[in-house]
């Protein structure tokens, strides 16, 4: 699996803050994971485990410093009074990624499902669904296809490919702050292979 991480200075005691903030206990493998990519963007990365598959957007990160993929902007900014982190925390489950339609891949913190890794979906009403045992046999399971972020198109350039192809329709607000948002998420990351001993 490919991966832009996120930012690690200071990874440890983030790490340990953010422990200590919810009361739980990470395992091993998942701790690893965070101290040497803090979570991050996975273009074109997929996962299929028995009957349930789907892609991941990115992996959360612990910081004020990350993009909307940190723990803080989505369970204290985003989705506060929808579905705070406390609501997982309290079913013994940590989300840990998003897929591109909302759901959450999480990863067990209680004494008898530490480092379980569970499929959340949200269109089931929160269905959680156990995928592997450990969380380096989730990773064994995603899958990365080739992306080249200088193929992101700029907003300039997108706006220009529709107006040639006669798709002037599709040019909205709405449209443009997409495009907008996936270009800067994109456009000029670092991909490496994940790696976790």
């Given at each position: 699996m490919m991966i832009a991480k996120f930012d690690t200075k200071g990874i440890e005691e983030k790490i340990l803050e953010f422990e200590s903030r919810?009361?739980?206990?990470?395992?091993?493998?998942?701790?690893?994971?965070?101290l040497k990519y803090n979570g991050g963007i996975t273009p074109e990365?997929?996962?299929?485990?028995?009957?349930?598959?789907?892609?991941?957007?990115?992996?959360?990160?612990?910081?004020?410093?990350i993009n909307y993929y940190s723990f803080d902007n989505v369970f204290e900014n985003v989705l506060k009074d929808?579905?705070?982190?406390?609501?997982?925390?309290?079913?013994?489950?940590?989300?840990?990624a998003e897929d591109s339609w909302g759901n959450y891949i999480t990863i067990g913190i209680g004494d008898?499902?530490?480092?379980?890794?569970?499929?959340?979906?949200?269109?089931?009403?929160?269905k959680i669904k156990l995928l592997t045992e450990t969380f380096s046999e989730f990773l064994q399971k995603c899958k990365s296809?080739?992306?080249?972020?200088?193929?992101?198109?700029?907003p300039e350039e997108w706006e220009n490919k529709?107006?040639?192809?006669?798709?002037?329709a599709f040019i909205t607000?709405?449209?443009?702050?997409i495009v907008t948002e996936t270009y800067n998420l994109y456009h000029g990351i670092h991909l490496e292979e994940v790696v976790i001993t």
């Open positions: 919810y009361n739980i206990r990470l395992s091993e493998q998942y701790r690893s994971f965070l990365t997929e996962f299929k485990y028995k009957k349930t598959s789907s892609d991941i957007r990115a992996f959360y990160g612990i910081g004020q410093n929808i579905l705070p982190l406390t609501t997982f925390i309290e079913l013994h489950i940590l989300p840990i008898e499902n530490r480092g379980k890794v569970y499929f959340c979906d949200h269109e089931k009403g929160m296809n080739e992306f080249e972020p200088s193929s992101v198109l700029s529709m107006i040639a192809d006669g798709k002037e607000d709405f449209t443009r702050k």
